[in-house]
């Protein structure tokens, strides 16, 4: 999923000021230093890392598994006049052991895996940390998961699962997006088409979503400790009733 189809769907809502907003509030929460090691892990294109070496985080290292993704960093850093480790990695086979002072795991880059996979990654993070090390994620909330398709969803006559379908324009295409849940087994799938100088495009993808409190519960059971929780990058209190977009936590090392 996560190649240049991907890219070209996003990247036209990925804004220059929406990632100095999002840098500004991830500093804050995770309690960056200058001086900090720091892992941005399933980078993407690098867009947070690049924004925290213009800011004078000279110790970042970013590793993603897309080679779309990777190319595209080193080329944009480049461009920026900044310099990050940027790696090719796998997520599920981290080789790092007590070396960083913070990882951040951002945009939804968790729960493309089955449960006992995204628990393992939570080890191998922490595994990656050093002792007290700050571990912060930024992913979708599985609370307005639920509530969104408990509001908009329709039965969906072939699957018998909840159905959103519409029609956006993303970076300039005309998108049609199908997306269906399963409340059951916590799973959102999401199909996306469009076409491009004619020729239809299209990709699906399917993400895990958790609740804040089995967020909890596997980072505790992962060796982490809970600090903080926010609902957004405004810095709102996440609440599991009222509309968080976002599932954000700050985690230390035990």
Known sequence: ???????????????????????????????????DEILDLACGHGRHSIELAKRGFVHVTA??????????AIKDA????????FIQEDMKKLPYKDKFNAVLLLFTAFGYFDDETNKDVLKQIQNS???DGRF????VSGEAVIRRFEREGVPDRKT???????QVEMSGHITDESEWFDKEEQVLHSHREWLDEGKKKEYDY????????QYEQML?????????????????PFSSVDDSSRTIILARKK
């Open 1 to 35: 999923m996560f190649d240049q189809k991907y890219l070209d769907t996003y990247l036209g809502g990925l804004t220059a000021e929406r990632t100095t907003e999002e840098v500004d509030f991830y500093i804050k929460a995770a309690k960056l230093k200058q001086s």
């Open 160 to 166: 018998g699962l909840p159905l959103i379908a519409r």
């Open 206 to 213: 399917y993400l895990h979503v958790y609740t804040m409190q």
């Open 78 to 85: 480049k461009d920026a006049g900044v310099k990050i480790s």
């Open 220 to 236: 505790t059971g992962a060796g982490f400790i809970v600090d903080s929780t926010w609902g957004d990058t405004n810095g709102n």
């Open 129 to 131: 940390l050093k002792p």
């Open 63 to 72: 590793s993603d598994y897309s080679e779309v993704f990777i190319s595209k």
């Open 136 to 139: 912060l994620i930024d992913v």
